[in-house]
C-alpha cells in the first residue's frame, strides 16, 4: 500500500492527524498559539519525517511508528507513550518523559535530554546514542545499549535482562536493584554503584566511584579496573578479577576477589553478616 505524504503543514490544534494511517508526515511543525495536544495519537504505519515538535503527547498509542531526523522541543512533554514497534534515527528527543510504557523501541544516533527517559518499557535498543537523563530506564526490561553515552543519576534501577556494549556511562546510584545485568567493555563512573542487584557482571570494565557494589547477589567482575573506588563489595556475594589495584573492600560476604594490590581489607567487628569472601592480593598492577 502506497503511504501518502503530508509535507510541509503547521498543526497547532489538538488531535491535528489522529488516527492517521499509513502515510508519511514530512518537514511539518506541530506549534503554535493553539496549543493543542495529542497531535498524531492512535496513528499506524506512520513515517514522520524531519519534523519539529513543540507540543504535548504528540504520539500516543501509536504503532509502526518510524521517525527520522526532526526534533522534539524541551516544550514536548511525555511524547512517546503506550507505543510500540518504534524506530528512531538520528532524531533529538527534548521534553520530560520522552518514552514511557512502550514496547520495541529502537534508538539509532539519536540525541536524548529528558528526564524520566524509558520507564516501564520493554524491548528498548539503543544504538550510538547520546543520553542525558536524571532517572533513566525505571522498571524497563530486555534493554540492549551499544556504543552510548549517559549522564544521569538515577539509573537503570529496578531493570531486568540488560546489555550494555562499549559505552560511557557517568551516573550514581546504578543498576540498584537490577537484575540480569552484563556490562562489557564500558566506563562506568559514579557512587553507589548497583547495590542490592542480582547477576550483575562487568566485563573488562572501568568502574570509578566510592562504596560500589553492595548487597549483591551473584555479582561478578571479569578483567576489570577500579578508581577511587572504597569499602567496596560490602555483604556482596562476589567473584571478582581486578587487574591493578582498589582503594579498599569491606566485609564482602561470600565468593573470592583476586586484586592486584588493595589499599585496605577491612573485616569489622560490628558486621552483621559473616565476611568469608576470599581476597587474594597478587601484587601485580595488571597495567593499571
Request: proline share 2%; aromatic share 10%; charged share 25%.
Amino acid at each position: 500500500m502506497q503511504k501518502k505524504t503530508i509535507r510541509d503543514k503547521r498543526f497547532g490544534f489538538e488531535r491535528a492527524l489522529y488516527a492517521t494511517e499509513n502515510a508519511i508526515i514530512e518537514n511539518c511543525r506541530f506549534e503554535g498559539e493553539e496549543d493543542g495536544e495529542s497531535a498524531m495519537k492512535e496513528c499506524r504505519g506512520i513515517t514522520v519525517r524531519n519534523c519539529y515538535m513543540a507540543l504535548r503527547y504528540p504520539l500516543w498509542h501509536v504503532s509502526a511508528l518510524r521517525i527520522e531526523g526532526g526534533e522534539m522541543t524541551s516544550d514536548c512533554r511525555a511524547a512517546l507513550w503506550y507505543s510500540r514497534d518504534i524506530e528512531a534515527d538520528s532524531a533529538r528527543f527534548g521534553g520530560i518523559k520522552a518514552l514511557r510504557e512502550c514496547t520495541n523501541a529502537h534508538f539509532s544516533k539519536c540525541d536524548i535530554i529528558s528526564p524520566e527517559f524509558g520507564w516501564q518499557s520493554e524491548g528498548i535498543t539503543l544504538s550510538h546514542c547520546d543520553i542525558v537523563s536524571e532517572y533513566a530506564f525505571l522498571h524497563s526490561s530486555f534493554i540492549k545499549a551499544d556504543n552510548i553515552t549517559l549522564g544521569g543519576k538515577y539509573t537503570f534501577q529496578y531493570t531486568e535482562n540488560v546489555e550494555i556494549t562499549d559505552s560511557v556511562l557517568k551516573t550514581k546510584d546504578a543498576f540498584w536493584h537490577a537484575k540480569n545485568v552484563t556490562v562489557t567493555d564500558s566506563t562506568v563512573e559514579g557512587e553507589y554503584l548497583g547495590w542490592y542487584s542480582e547477576n550483575l557482571t562487568f566485563v573488562r570494565c572501568h568502574i570509578k566511584g566510592t562504596q560500589p557494589l553492595c548487597y549483591c547477589k551473584n555479582l561478578r567482575l571479569i578483567d576489570c579496573t577500579c578508581e577511587d573506588c572504597d569499602l567496596a563489595f560490602e555483604y556482596s556475594d562476589v567473584e571478582a578479577e581486578i587487574k591493578g589495584g582498589i582503594d579498599s573492600i569491606k566485609n564482602p560476604r561470600s565468593g573470592h576477589i583476586k586484586v592486584g594490590f588493595a589499599g585496605e581489607v577491612l573485616r569489622t567487628e560490628d558486621s552483621v553478616y559473616p565476611s568469608e569472601a576470599e581476597v587474594i592480593v597478587t601484587g601485580e598492577n595488571g597495567g593499571a
